[in-house]
């Protein structure tokens, strides 16, 4: 019989930077708001990636007793699904990580600051009008936005750098999906290299990386900035990623 609450390490995404042959089995993300090739628990984040745990036992009482935030709001459930752009903080040890795509599309970990933990970059996936003259705009993580009158500007493809306010999310800004626009390849045999876009042809996007001129379609070209990302998405000569 299948057990709902977890996959055999074999079968994991490859997505999941964890070994195969430690242990058979390995927990199942609960259905969030990322897909399983975007997204881990994260219990196998704490676990198995940071290791600041050694049993599931201990992940859950982490997770009780300490404050594990995920983008800025606190996290209890060891099968919660962390992504791609999510923040991980610890604030009672000072420690944040975000969530980016490393060599050969691997999910990875980075350290960020403190300040970086509370803004975070989201693809826009679909665009609807609503009553009111209002744009709801939904984004690569599963959140709905409702923009004022000024999201007749942002586009499918489009990015937005999102900052949390006690009311919800502000956008604090919009970056085009457009040449010159830093963009992270998150799908195909490029998946994780980052470069900027030199042309955009139809549903088609190529960008010049640090290694050489790539072509991927328009859907795997997440945007990251102007010219520049807007937040670190690769880790800093003084850090490693994890």
Not at 79 to 84: Q, V, W
Not at 169 to 177: G, M, R, T
Request: proline fraction near 5%; charged fraction near 30%.
């Amino acid at each position: 019989m299948t057990n709902r609450k977890q996959l055999k390490r074999l079968v994991v995404p490859t997505s999941w930077h964890v070994g195969k042959k430690k242990h058979k089995f390995i927990t199942r993300p609960r259905p969030g708001m990322h897909s399983l090739s975007e997204g881990m628990p994260i219990s196998i984040i704490i676990r198995d990636i940071l290791k600041y745990a050694k049993t599931s036992r201990e992940v859950k009482t982490i997770l009780r007793e300490k404050r594990v935030l995920v983008d800025a709001k606190r996290v209890k459930d060891p099968r919660f699904i962390a992504g791609l752009m999510d923040s991980i903080s610890f604030p009672d040890i000072n420690t944040y990580f975000r969530i980016t795509l490393g060599p050969h599309g691997r999910l990875r970990l980075i350290d960020i600051k403190k300040e970086e933990a509370l803004l975070k970059l989201c693809r826009i996936k679909g665009k609807h009008a609503t009553k009111g003259g209002r744009i709801q705009l939904s984004t690569h993580d599963g959140r709905c936005i409702t923009a004022t009158a000024e999201g007749t500007s942002y586009k499918t493809g489009d990015s937005l750098l999102l900052e949390p306010e006690k009311a919800g999310i502000s956008i604090k800004e919009h970056f085009a999906l457009k040449p010159g626009a830093s963009a992270l390849v998150t799908g195909g045999k490029n998946k994780g290299a980052i470069g900027n876009i030199t042309r955009i042809e139809g549903v088609v996007v190529t960008l010049k990386s640090k290694k050489e001129e790539i072509t991927i379609p328009r859907r795997y070209a997440f945007v990251l900035g102007n010219e520049m990302p807007a937040l670190r998405v690769e880790p800093s000569a003084s850090s490693a990623s994890h």
